[in-house]
């Protein structure tokens, strides 16, 4: 093995994991049409990841912006349809294009490594399935610069507005289909992947929690994402063919959309959560030196998450207006869920408990994840209890809510797996104090942000309005301050990758953690192009 | 109000110890909880949030107490070695079955408020409340009368001109009014896109539907004049959609209703103008449309014998003072109110009159007398 970084130089073939066959003689292309091109389910994980973070930072300025205005109160930075368009895209962009394709990424890397595959099962479909992501973004994107600008409805697209939009709803609606597209069929990858390739030995019940969560996660996209492709194809009708699915006066109903897109929209959390939870079940456990506690309850609670995900979609609506008996359907239903979910919970720390602790940074953003998710959690219940719902439905409490689930809880684990594997995948060490000033920051930046948010919404502020009236200036005012300080230390965060797949930094061993465990330690780091072209033994 | 950060971290805090020594309401009222209710609805909804809240609290205490002493205890700096235990099936099913009991005990209040909130039965007053972009429409269904509900905030103070006052967005030209603790029922639709009428003090938030009607209701424990604002997003101006209400005493209430029935008669018509014959007539034809035909027919011969004919009917023909009479008060037989109703409330002066020219001069009735909106006013008690 070369010393040469894998990251973004040229591809190294390592003689030892290439031995008996070398049937491609030319290799694979260089420059840019080696990244066009590629199967390679490293460089489309690399690909994926980096693609999810300049759309984090293209949905983070959204969120300056927004935060911006809402730093007083008055109209000072923007005009209220713009400061909506930044509401709706910042969700659109951070969900679809941030948060989904970093665990895409996440996947194409690992799970391939974590059960002995040589690569993903449809090497090119994967390619096909991340280049359909840049034009889905330079569409959502450009529709700031049609005539009447973007999407300014919510993410969540609700008609009759969304039926009022000018064309840049049409783009919109198209890029929804494309990254749905692009979903589907990478799940269709990694389920294919996880359930025919494994290693000889390599027993479903022997995966890593990583490659559990993610293999329930790519069911829960193969049903979600057509119902979501369904609920925008009758928008784009209703917009131009002449239907009515969702205006009363062609016989329609708006609320029907509602119902169809939150039965997306609930599994959608998951859809987040789930890979969320795995990468958090390898890095707990490794910085515990300790295996995880209740593996087979952490299965079981994954699936019945999954399940009662498509269970509770309504809960979403409860101001919508709906019987006695539906609305009690939903919140018992909902309520539920926060068995498994607790059952996660108290195995995380069960895990924890009596183990032998050291604090790197993947394990802060782990524990930062525990605390704060749990925290995002327990609002959700709260939200769960149909009358409570009513009056914070629609505030900054909900928003403050699915901040800390996404944020606290998605992007939080994101940067524990990056700087789990950034050592696997650029064979470099982290910077540690810049990794550990990272955490800090963005903990401290992320809690002034969000945390006063439940204040505003329980003391009555209404989420998506640009302005406010006197009573909840100062909290915003702190919202804001924090907000520029969380998005300002992810600049760091750049900074730290950066320096990692520039080939600074002190080189890795093949396992850098003393506790962590599975297929992909066994690897050098960084890996060869090619890994486990003969499969490795599993005990 | 807008005086730097100190004071919000102040009562952050202030919101944080009294969450931790027993959730006082006076410490929790000043922004960093739910408003003050004031409305039995709000008051459960109030208490619930604090329950559930709490237990939550505990809960999270109880679980990450756990996990930071293991941080704290438990680290490798401190040598600690670790065990290798990874599986507990009794553990795992009693934490399973121990939240699933607790969820289940926070479900019986939380049942018995919603099965509150869905009972809009027995109401007093049903109000319409129609969502516009962007402002409120309200309808007295019972009272027949009607108003939009705009914001008077001016630009001048959204644009940072002039100083913002204490109602800043939430204030309006015509606040809705309602009696305090009587039943309201609010009828919600929409007109164009969807919109949320909510009021925090009142428990109620219930989206507008275009299309649909839903309703809710609250019944106001006092008096006063409280603010909430449109939930659902509608569009660009949706920030600027305020909601007031003013709770008032019931015989304030009564006067202010008399008021608004005055008020919307004045606008409608003048029960002074003299009107000449043909245009009564034009008038009467749309009336009798609108209101007598599905009985007495197109050709004024009714249906009888339930509904009589106007045609050479001696009522018809015969003094006015009779006919004025039907219409105003309607046709008792028996002692028991027949299909001929009052149409006192329902019609204005003008209206009356014109239904009584057009009758006295179609078909084969032909006394030639216009009725003027005056005697009709004159004749009501």
């Known amino acids: 093995m070369t010393s040469a970084t894998h990251g973004l130089g040229h591809p190294q073939h390592a003689p030892g994991a290439h031995d008996s066959h070398d049937d491609h003689a030319h290799g694979p292309p260089s420059g840019f049409m080696r990244w066009v091109s590629t199967t390679n389910h490293k460089d489309i994980g690399t690909m994926y990841m980096l693609f999810a973070l300049m759309n984090f930072f293209i949905g983070g300025v959204m969120a300056m912006i927004i935060r911006a205005e809402l730093f007083q109160p008055g109209l000072q930075v923007v005009n209220p349809d713009f400061f909506n368009q930044m509401t709706s895209l910042h969700g659109l962009i951070m969900i679809f294009g941030a948060i989904m394709p970093v665990f895409v990424g996440f996947a194409n890397w690992q799970i391939p490594l974590m059960i002995g595959a040589p690569d993903m099962a449809f090497a090119r479909m994967n390619n096909w399935s991340f280049w359909l992501l840049p034009p889905a973004t330079i569409l959502l994107i450009g529709s700031l610069f049609v005539p009447g600008g973007s999407l300014s409805a919510g993410w969540t697209l609700y008609p009759p507005l969304t039926v009022q939009q000018g064309m840049g709803m049409d783009l919109v609606i198209f890029a929804v289909h494309i990254m749905g597209a692009s979903s589907i069929m990478g799940s269709i990858n990694i389920i294919t992947t996880i359930l025919n390739m494994r290693a000889p030995g390599m027993t479903l019940f022997k995966m890593p929690m990583f490659c559990w969560t993610w293999l329930i996660t790519a069911f829960l996209l193969i049903a979600a994402m057509p119902v979501l492709a369904g609920a925008v194809t009758m928008l784009l009708t209703d917009r131009h063919f002449g239907t009515s699915f969702f205006n009363a006066a062609g016989g329609g109903d708006p609320v029907l959309f509602q119902h169809i897109f939150w039965f997306f929209g609930h599994p959608e959390v998951y859809i987040i959560a789930l890979p969320a939870f795995g990468v958090v079940s390898q890095v707990i456990p490794a910085f515990s030196r300790k295996p995880l506690f209740g593996y087979t309850s952490m299965v079981y609670a994954t699936a019945s998450i999954a399940i009662l995900s498509f269970m509770v979609w309504a809960h979403h609506m409860y101001a919508v207006g709906m019987p006695a008996a539906g609305q009690l359907f939903f919140m018992y239903a909902t309520a539920l869920i926060a068995v498994p979910t607790g059952v996660k919970v108290f195995n995380w720390v069960a895990t924890m408990w009596k183990g032998s602790l050291t604090f790197e940074t993947p394990m802060l953003f782990a524990c930062g994840f525990l605390f704060l998710f749990t925290l995002g959690g327990f609002t959700g219940l709260v939200l769960a209890i149909v009358p409570v719902d009513i009056q914070l439905q629609d505030t900054y409490y909900v928003v403050a809510h699915f901040h800390y689930v996404m944020v606290a809880g998605a992007l939080f684990s994101a940067f524990a797996a990056v700087y789990f594997w950034i050592p696997k995948w650029t064979g470099r060490m982290y910077d540690e104090t810049l990794g550990k000033w990272h955490f800090w920051l963005s903990m401290i930046g992320f809690n002034l942000t969000f945390f006063v948010q439940h204040f505003l919404g329980l003391a009555g502020m209404p989420r998506r309005i640009p302005d406010y009236n006197l009573q909840f200036a100062n909290f915003n005012m702190v919202s804001s301050l924090g907000a520029f300080l969380f998005g300002g230390s992810q600049l760091l965060f750049v900074y730290i990758v950066y320096k990692c797949y520039r080939g600074s930094g002190e080189k890795a061993a093949a396992n850098p953690w003393d506790g962590a465990e599975g297929l992909e330690w066994t690897l050098p780091s960084p890996p060869p192009y090619h890994t486990f072209e003969t499969p490795p033994a599993v005990k | ?381």
């Open chain 2, 1 to 381: 109000m807008t005086n730097g950060i100190p004071r919000s971290i102040r009562s952050g805090i202030a919101g944080l110890l009294a969450g931790a020594a027993g959730w006082s309401n006076q410490a929790l009222a000043d922004g960093v909880n739910l408003q003050e209710p004031a409305s039995v609805l709000a008051r459960s909804i109030y208490d619930l949030h604090t329950i559930i809240t709490l237990i939550c609290v505990v809960i999270f205490i109880g679980v990450f107490g756990v996990m930071f002493y293991s941080v704290y205890a438990h680290r490798k700096s401190k040598g600690h070695k670790a065990a290798q235990f990874h599986e507990n099936v009794k553990v795992e099913i009693a934490w399973t079955v121990i939240p699933l009991i607790i969820l289940i005990a926070m479900m019986f209040p939380a049942t018995r408020a919603v099965l509150e909130m869905k009972d809009t039965s027995a109401a007093d007053i049903t109000i319409k409340v129609t969502g516009y972009q962007w402002k409120w429409g309200y309808d007295y269904l019972q009272d027949g009368f009607g108003f939009y509900s705009t914001m008077t905030t001016p630009m001048a103070q959204i644009e940072g001109r002039e100083a913002k006052t204490a109602n800043y967005l939430l204030e309006v030209d015509n606040p809705l009014v309602v009696p305090v603790g009587k039943k309201i029922r609010v009828l919600i639709t929409a007109n164009d896109v969807l919109h949320s009428w909510w009021m925090p003090v009142f428990g109620v938030k219930q989206d507008a539907i275009p299309g649909f009607v839903r309703d809710s209701w609250f019944t106001a424990n006092r008096e006063g004049t409280f603010r909430g604002q449109c939930a659902e997003l509608c569009g660009k101006e949706h920030g600027f959609m305020p909601i007031v209400v003013e709770v008032v005493s019931e015989p304030k209430y009564v006067a202010w209703v008399a008021d608004q029935k005055k008020r919307a008669a004045a606008v409608a018509d003048d029960p002074n103008k003299v009107w000449d014959l043909a245009a009564l007539v034009a008038r009467g034809e749309k009336v009798y449309a609108n209101n007598c035909v599905a009985c007495h027919q197109a050709t004024g011969k009714g249906v009888p014998p339930a509904f009589p004919p106007l045609d050479g009917s001696p009522r018809v023909t015969g003094p006015k003072a009779d006919q004025i009479h039907i219409l105003l008060e309607g046709v008792m037989k028996d002692g028991k109110a027949t299909a001929m109703v009052s149409f006192a409330k329902q019609l204005s002066d003008t209206d009356i009159a014109a239904a009584i020219t057009y009758t006295r001069n179609s078909w084969g009735n032909k006394t030639g007398e216009a009725i003027q909106p005056a005697e009709i006013k004159a004749a009501r008690k």
